[in-house]
């Protein structure tokens, strides 16, 4: 086990787009190559690892945790598809059971009490400390936010490792107090990006019939949600979102216009209710994957 002052070794199970936006932005903090394997199953994906990262990568998962000569796991990241994780997980429940690393799961919609019970032997408690990670797709380009969830194996240590590795891909990260505060997390932020790009592509699109070049319009509207975004961040805590709102708002003016439009076309409802279908999904998405 790693203490405070020396970085884990972090094994990522599946080398898709978001093990990549963490471990890249590892790597770029200082974190040894030594300390960073990825298992993953596709070939072409393999070579690409390697040659762009210059870290060890293997096909086999359990290889990946355990292999003879490398630093012991102090963090397994999970990282593959929600339909395969019961198979994966099963497949090196034997490795986890004996090593304990912390396992660090970023599959949406998966419950802890499921990835206790594939590690489990024997269906007691099998101890291996489990985190939920939220994380959303911004982390590809380090401006991600993100939740997290700790089950009562988690220590403080591991917490900090968590944080550590959440930190390389998120601006913004929380802790959560319950395990369904995860599906909070995934209404807010989780599927957020696809709500900002479709006011986007809303804007892109009005602003072409109105006479602006695609280009010239998808790039205003991009970079006023950017800057809008911005100015929520660096707002007093004193100061709402209502506030800024209000500010930029004149009364009988062009923004008031569109914004009375918009509440009158019920935008605020849909946004909410959309948020909502997107937390009741995680909830049914639990069940079905506690069947695997």
């Not at 884990?8 to 471990?23: R, S």
């Not at 796991?73 to 198979?87: E, I, M, N, R, S």
């Not at 409802?269 to 279908?277: L, P, V």
Request: proline share 5%; hydrophobic share 40%; charged share 20%.
């Amino acid at each position: 086990m790693s203490t405070s002052s020396s970085p884990p070794c972090i094994v990522f199970i599946g080398g898709g787009n978001m093990c990549e936006a963490i471990l890249s932005g590892l790597l770029k903090t200082g974190h040894p190559k030594s300390l960073v394997r990825v298992s993953e199953p596709w070939e072409q994906r393999q070579e690409y690892l390697r040659e762009t990262y210059g870290i060890s990568v293997f096909a086999d998962n359990n290889e990946a945790v355990s292999e003879a000569g490398s630093p012991r796991a102090d963090v397994v990241v999970l990282a593959v598809k929600p339909q395969v994780v019961g198979q994966v997980v099963r497949g090196i429940a034997s490795v986890l059971r004996d090593t304990r690393p912390l396992v660090v799961s970023i599959v949406a919609g998966v419950a802890i009490k499921d990835f206790a019970r594939w590690i489990s032997a024997d269906g007691s408690p099998a101890g291996v400390p489990i985190v939920r990670l939220m994380p959303n797709t911004p982390a590809l380009v380090g401006e991600g936010a993100a939740g997290m969830f700790a089950d009562a194996d988690v220590s403080a240590e591991q917490r900090a490792q968590t944080e550590y590795v959440v930190c390389n891909i998120a601006k913004e990260y929380f802790w959560v107090d319950s395990e369904s505060g995860v599906d909070d997390v995934c209404s807010v932020s989780g599927s957020g990006p696809a709500y900002f790009f479709l006011v986007i592509e809303a804007m892109e699109q009005k602003g072409v019939e109105l006479g602006l070049s695609r280009q010239v319009a998808r790039r205003l509207a991009a970079q006023t949600a950017l800057g809008a975004a911005r100015m929520v961040l660096d707002a007093p805590v004193t100061e709402d979102v209502v506030t800024l709102r209000q500010k930029v708002t004149s009364p009988n003016g062009t923004t008031h216009a569109a914004i009375q439009q918009m509440i009158k076309d019920g935008v605020p409802e849909g946004i909410a209710s959309g948020m909502q279908a997107c937390r009741d999904r995680c909830a049914s998405l639990s069940d079905e994957f506690g069947k695997l």
